[in-house]
């Protein structure tokens, strides 16, 4: 029963997977790379200070991936026959089984409870069937709740709410017991057989919801179980008789008590999962020229919203303000001053500030009698021109930490994103100024364009307190943006990028478009009426006011009356929702697991051609002369900050890349004879003797690659990238990041992001036989000369991680161009991939740090942890694999690496990357800094990173290095959270003189925490491998390491 | 019906404080020549004589104090806002009792006042930059953070954007608004750097003067019930390539362009000491 471990870290996670709508299955089994990444990645986490939550978090998180391990295996198989645009499709089938399961349940229970299923009964029925359970019901409800997709309307019995609830806690339960099930045996149902089920079987229930609305009153509306949150919204704004509607949400309060929105394209039910069916209508969007708004009543609900964020102190105003706007509500609701009958009383029911003196009332009241004349309506549009102009006036304001722990507060608005330190802003990213906004863990990055005097992108980052924060600050950006800059709301991702991460988009419609539709609005004004002063008069009157209401309103808490409604004060974390729901592809371009899946569904012969041009690839580099290398490395290590001897000096092994050559019989002498250990990336030195062979081949070794990097994000992405650049193609790259690789390099402190970068390449020896198809263990073997085929995937949790590329967009999409802010043309002609990996850049340090290798198949889980698998292109995966790339790709060259590497290579880029930790670019949380120490940006430290590459022979060595083109036969990625393992086979089959040989060459990466045991893994590795390859000899391995020296802190 | 916070406002007061003789002793003092006093004296009389006579202020004229060789230097003791007067903490230690004097007039115009009373903060007025809509404030040798967040608590309606400012400078060392929505600025490379931040850290847009010598960025804008928009700026002679600039891209309708000649010396070593103290006050303050 994994469940039973599991428990607590689903509780963590699954909220947000149901908040995405990607369905687990998919998820899972694309996320394994993606985990480790994120772990890995934190580039932030290096500058940012370990959040309380982090540590926490992924422990819990790696239970569940390994649980999630077992499923992708199916989901993966039916996945990889999958056109990719099916496959947003199989994920939903695969979630659909779980709820025909469900649906099942129910009905067995139903035929049970014939009739309505009494209250009482079916607690007891949940004690028994899940006794001790109780506790993870939560979790398991929410699992089970993402695991249905479509909603599934059904006519339902209207039952009274308690009977409601009870019937839904009883769902709970029989949810819980199929997640065990499912756990256990993770079943997976063919979706076609279980539809008929599902739609037979349903009998909606339905239940109460209730909303509280600005003025406080309540909105009791009767859903079906399985509504989705635009249901329920429109019939709030039917009962508002509301059309300007865009503006809106609906909000619920989490288990944690965060502010969300509800999505309009999820089933609520999953959305809020054991909270209360009990939501707060609110303003989404503050239009930031209420004037233009169509109707009264929209600017009146405007008016409510402001005031209840007025009096909670979310919106801070001055003493005057608080007094002209609280003057003008009471002229809106009360209408002109009467001497008779307003006394001074008659505001204390009131709320016009967060702490209200006489003074101030004084001082309304004052400003009261000038407003005499004006109507409700203009008062209304006074209060608001008064308003808006508040400088917190529509700033969703969430808590962070910048990069170097500092707590910061990170607001969200029309404009873009600005940064308060205290109540003093210290940035402000305008909307075209962001490249990229994505989040991998708990930390949120957003790439910036570069300015006129600035040279290269620079990402900056930040450490929220906890995933879910970080993916709402996500959501709520790419909704802002979208709204607000955008004419027509982005298209969902095309299908060939998987994606990787959430793939929440904002779908509703944009500000652009509400103004258009508003304007067509003809109908006479409604009427309405303004309900708070109402209330206020009638408390006044002696009448019974609804406390709530009153807390609410103005309630001199206006936290209580947040609270009740059900939303927070102070913060609020808003996450998508917003108008029409469709959730579309997100930003996060996944391609990793594209590739996997292209692949698989190319034609043998794209696929060949592709790995063609990888192998030329790579003897192109191989042919280059390596000299330059210690020159650069030289170069390297002044720049960076890190010094050799550092490097060697610590310990801790993070990443392991080893690689391990059979060769059929021909050697077979013992496996590893000769050691070299060499510091490849860091200084060269070498620091185990090296025999001069070994030294010879590990030269010679054609850069396999293997980026060992688990970005999870870019993972996908950069695996895509990579092939592709390998490939000659790199097309997709997004222009936009192009430039910022070469910048980096440019740069003269570059971090040595670079030392990661060791490829351990390992040559092949020869075997005379060519025993292939042993050799590989999953692969398909492919039979003809060495063409490696690449398969990628990666599978990320879509949660981990998400990206959005604002700009992308405007590209496609329309943009608003209101500021002159242009864009900056600046970029330079993107060099082919660049993009990604400015943002891929930062996550290698981490991920190297945690690599553990594992020989063989993807099954093989490392310490258990192991949990997702990636495939990765051979060559490298993600950011880190700039670098290495570069390497790899030069092997010789290996000094150089980076600067040269990149303009050659463009295309290497990886993609998806969250930001820039290493790559230099330096986390500017405040201009104030940025502009001060311009220098020490650079050198900013991230993880430095120690490598060693130590090659055991078999005694021959052939030439072999020659590289004959290798056949990537495998690339798998196993992730986990503390753990992340890549698999690349490479096998060559060589025709000497009659003999064949057959040379398979696997590239393990460990990519793992401190806490990983390097050395069991790597001799895990070794033994599967010559467990699946039992014909073949181990003629060399090579053992990279990568330390990551710096800061033990963030782990 | 105008709102609480538009623009400027209405420029209806001055405070100015007389020169003491011990001024040559200022410790603001830039330029490193003999500073004739007697001569900034009666710059500073002229100066008067155009703030109450040819704009029509109400000037409130502080005697000096001997003791303090930089208390004509008022800009620095008080940033005033709307109705509240936030009294300022100069970074120099030996400036703080200028406060006292500028205290006591400001709450005499019935103005809001509210003290740093944190020992950590320190605030110069010169590095506080109202643009009419959102406060700047230059992180400086003489302002610290902590003085610009009780700024920023002090004007909450504003946005309060910190810019680093170097070189022992203060951000109205080189930088002020010379009309609504454009602010002048010196042409050093620090200045230009300043005001990228500062274009970047606002939501609004601002259009840029920019003249050829920093100093000659110090200029005081001035909505002035009855005369329009008036700059007061440098001399003429003083800074003649500057003088041209602005006055040649006085687009913002800057009529009346009262250039006090012969302030040469008060000018080059009090960089307009009348700075922040031209109240902002609002003539109305509250729309009726």
Known sequence: ?1051 | MAGLMTDFGNFTHAVVRAIPDSFAKSAQRRSGGELDVSKAQREHELYIGVLKHELGLRVLELPADESLPDCALVGDAAVVCGDTALIARPGAAARRKETEAMRNALKELNLNIVDMEDESATLDGEDVLFTGREFFVGISTRTNQRGAEILADTFKDYAVSMVPVQNGQRLKSFCSMAGPGLVAIGSSEHAQKCLKVVQQMSDHRYDKLTVPDDAAANCVYMNLPGKGHVLLHCAQEEYPESAKVSLNSTQHGTSPFPSPGGLTDLLRNLRLPQRRVPLHLNATPFPS
């Open chain 1, 1 to 1051: 029963m994994t469940t039973e471990v599991g428990s607590e870290t689903e509780v963590k996670k699954e909220p947000e997977k149901a908040e995405e709508q990607s369905p687990a299955p998919e998820q899972d089994a694309q996320a394994p790379a993606a985990e480790p990444k994120a772990e890995a990645e934190l580039p932030c986490g290096e500058t940012a200070p370990p959040g309380g939550d982090g540590d926490a978090q992924p422990k819990a998180a790696s239970p569940e991936k390994e649980r999630k391990q077992k499923e992708p295996s199916a989901g993966k198989g039916i996945s990889r026959f999958l056109p990719p645009w099916l496959k947003r499709q199989k994920s939903q089938s695969q979630a659909e089984p779980r709820e025909a399961e469900k649906e099942n349940q129910e009905k067995v229970d139903e035929q049970q409870q014939p009739g309505q299923e009494s209250a009482p009964k079916s607690p007891v029925s949940e004690a028994k069937e899940a006794p001790g359970e109780e506790l993870k019901s939560d979790d398991k409800d929410d699992k089970h709740s993402i695991g249905s997709a479509d909603t599934q309307p059904a006519k339902e019995e209207k039952g009274d709410e308690s009977l409601e609830r009870s019937a839904d806690v009883k769902e709970k339960e029989e949810s819980k017991c199929e997640e065990k099930k499912e756990e256990g045996e993770t079943p997976k149902p063919d979706s076609g057989t279980e539809k008929p089920l599902l739609k037979a079987a349903k009998k909606m229930k339905t239940v109460m919801c209730h909303v509280t609305l600005l003025d406080g009153s309540q909105f009791p509306c009767e859903v079906e179980k399985r509504a989705k949150g635009h249901f329920l919204f429109f019939k709030v704004c039917e009962h508002l008789n509301l059309l300007e509607k865009d503006y809106f949400g609906l909000s619920y309060k989490d288990a944690a008590d965060q502010k969300c929105w509800l999505d309009p394209a999820k089933e609520i039910k999953r959305q809020i999962r054991n909270s209360p069916w009990q939501f707060a209508f609110n303003v989404k969007f503050y239009p930031p020229d209420p004037s233009q708004l169509t109707e009264d009543i929209t600017r009146y609900l405007l008016c409510l919203q402001l005031r209840q964020d007025i009096a909670s102190g979310r919106l801070p105003c001055s003493f005057v303000t608080h007094s002209l706007l609280g003057s003008y509500t009471l002229q809106a609701e009360l209408g002109d001053y009467d001497p008779s009958e307003h006394r001074l009383e008659y505001l204390s029911d009131f709320q016009f500030a967060p702490t209200q003196t006489k003074e101030m009332e004084e001082k309304v009241v004052e400003l009261h009698k000038n407003h005499r004349g004006m109507t409700p309506a203009q008062a209304d549009a006074q209060f608001l021109e008064n308003a808006k102009k508040l400088s917190m006036y529509g700033v969703d304001l969430h808590h962070a930490k910048d990069s170097e722990g500092v707590d910061i507060m990170l607001g969200v608005c029309a404009n873009g994103l600005l940064v308060y330190k205290d109540r003093l802003r210290i940035n402000r990213f305008a909307w075209p100024k962001i490249l990229k906004i994505s989040y991998k863990r708990s930390n949120f990055y957003i790439k910036i364009r570069p300015g006129e005097t600035e040279q290269f992108e620079s990402s900056v980052g930040f450490k929220l307190p906890n995933h879910r924060s970080a993916k709402r600050l996500w959501k709520v950006c790419v909704e802002h943006h979208t709204f607000f800059r955008l004419v027509t709301p982005e298209q969902p991702p095309k299908a060939r990028f998987l994606t990787l991460g959430s793939k929440f988009r904002y779908s509703g419609r944009t500000q652009a478009q509400t103004r258009q539709a508003s304007s067509l609005i003809d109908r006479p004004a409604p009427y309405f009426e303004r309900t708070s002063s109402k209330r206020v008069s009638r408390s006044l009157d002696g009448a019974p006011v609804v406390s709530v209401s009153d807390q609410a309103l103005r309630g001199d808490s206006s936290v209580a009356g947040d609270k009740e409604n059900g939303r927070e004060p102070a913060l609020e974390l808003s996450s998508d929702s917003k108008s029409k729901l469709r959730v579309q592809g997100e930003n996060i371009y996944v391609r990793h697991s594209n590739l996997m899946l292209e692949d698989l569904d190319k034609t043998q012969e794209d696929v060949l051609k592709h790995q063609a041009s990888i192998s030329e690839l790579k003897r192109s580099f191989m042919e280059s002369t390596p000299e330059p290398r210690p020159d650069q490395w030289d170069k390297r290590l002044t720049a960076s900050p890190a010094t050799s001897l550092r490097l060697q000096a610590q310990g801790s092994l993070e990443e392991e890349i080893t690689s391990i050559l059979f060769s059929k019989a021909g050697f077979c002498s013992g496996p590893a004879r000769p050691f070299v250990s060499r510091a490849r990336a860091a200084e060269g030195t070498v620091t185990a003797a090296s025999l001069p062979v070994a030294m010879g081949s590990v030269e010679k070794t054609p850069p396999t690659t293997d980026g060992p990097l688990p970005d999870s994000k870019d993972i996908g992405k950069s695996a895509e990238d990579k092939q592709r650049s390998g490939t000659g193609e790199q097309a997709e790259v997004e222009i936009e990041e192009t430039v910022v690789i070469k910048e980096v390099k440019k740069a003269p402190k570059t971090k040595d992001v670079a030392p990661e970068v060791v490829v351990g390449a390992a040559v092949a020896e020869e075997a005379k036989k060519e025993k292939e198809g042993e050799a590989e263990e999953k692969e398909d073997k492919r039979p003809g000369g060495g063409e490696a085929s690449s398969s990628s995937d990666s599978h990320s949790e879509s949660e981990e991680e998400a990206e959005y590329h604002p700009q992308v967009s405007s590209v496609s999409v329309d943009q608003i161009k209101e500021e002159p802010e242009e864009e900056e043309p600046k970029q330079e002609a993107p060099p082919p991939g660049a993009d990604p990996i400015a943002s891929a850049a930062p996550p290698r340090a981490r991920e190297e740090r945690g690599a553990a290798s594992e020989g063989a198949a993807d099954e093989e889980a490392h310490n258990g942890h192991t949990e997702t698998r990636q495939g990765l292109v051979s060559v490298e995966e993600d950011e880190e694999e700039e670098e290495e790339e570069e390497e790899e790709e030069e092997p010789r060259l290996n000094g150089d690496v980076s600067r040269t590497e990149t303009e050659r290579l463009p295309q290497v880029i990886c993609c998806s990357e969250p930001p820039v930790v290493k790559t230099e670019m330096v986390t500017i949380s405040d201009t104030f800094a940025a502009q001060k120490t311009e220098i020490s940006t650079k050198e900013v430290p991230i993880v430095h990173t120690e490598t060693k590459t130590i090659t055991y022979e078999a005694a021959q060595l052939d030439g072999a290095g020659d590289s004959e083109p290798g056949v990537l036969m495998t690339a798998q990625t196993i992730t986990s959270e503390s753990l992340c393992t890549t698999t690349t086979t490479h096998i060559t089959k060589t025709l000497k003189g009659g003999l064949s040989e057959t040379r398979i060459e696997k590239r393990i990466v460990i990519t793992g925490d401190s806490d990983i045991d390097h050395d069991q893994a790597l001799a895990q590795a070794i033994k599967e491998a010559k467990e699946q390859h039992p014909d073949m000899s181990v003629t060399r391995v090579v053992v990279h390491k990568e330390t990551e020296l710096a800061e033990e802190g963030e782990d």
